[in-house]
């Protein structure tokens, strides 16, 4: 049975459950669900909410870039890096709105490595953001 490694960053945002940021697994680093936000700090990116923390307005760049920074702090702190990423899971909230933008910063964040991808819309994700990732990268 191959060894299961905890990987907790101490510069990425808490996880907002009972998991850790990543598992590695034999040659395989498996990244919890990422979302925009920033560590120690209330406020998401791109995010703004009414007094009820529901959405009043969002910019996806904004989400997008932060997702990407977020998961860049992960696999670095576990010993990898963007360039072992292999397969990516998105998390989309509005497909129809926000696929363009996604896929354009996509496109640019993954020029020089283009890992399997699978896009899906959700109706809603567990903090008030409208993207996540869920990636698998090797050590």
Same mark, same amino acid.
């Given at each position: 049975? @191959?060894?299961? #490694?905890?990987?907790?960053?101490?510069?990425?945002?808490? $996880?907002?459950?009972?998991?850790?940021?990543? *598992?590695?697994?034999?040659?395989?680093?498996?990244?919890?669900?990422? /979302?925009?936000?920033?560590?120690?700090?209330?406020?998401?990116?791109?995010?703004?909410?009414?007094? =009820?923390?529901?959405?009043?307005?969002?910019?996806?760049?904004?989400?997008?870039?932060?997702?990407?920074?977020?998961?860049?702090?992960? !696999? &670095? #702190?576990? /010993?990898?890096?963007?360039? =072992?990423?292999?397969?990516?899971?998105?998390?989309?909230?509005?497909?129809?709105?926000?696929? $363009?933008?996604?896929?354009? !910063?996509?496109?640019?964040?993954? *020029?020089?490595?283009? $890992?399997?991808?699978?896009? !899906? &819309?959700?109706?809603?994700?567990?903090? $008030?953001? @409208?993207?996540? !990732?869920?990636?698998?990268?090797?050590?």
């Amino acid at each position: 049975m @191959a060894q299961k #490694d905890t990987i907790n960053s101490l510069r990425a945002p808490e $996880p907002v459950g009972a998991f850790p940021h990543a *598992k590695r697994v034999g040659d395989f680093l498996f990244l919890s669900g990422m /979302g925009p936000r920033t560590k120690g700090i209330k406020k998401i990116p791109g995010v703004d909410l009414d007094e =009820n923390g529901n959405i009043v307005s969002y910019d996806i760049e904004v989400q997008c870039r932060a997702v990407f920074e977020n998961i860049k702090t992960v !696999l &670095e #702190d576990a /010993g990898s890096s963007w360039a =072992n990423i292999v397969d990516v899971t998105v998390f989309l909230t509005n497909m129809r709105d926000d696929f $363009p933008t996604f896929n354009a !910063l996509y496109a640019e964040y993954f *020029k020089d490595n283009q $890992p399997t991808r699978t896009t !899906l &819309e959700v109706n809603c994700l567990p903090t $008030p953001i @409208a993207v996540e !990732l869920k990636v698998i990268a090797t050590p």
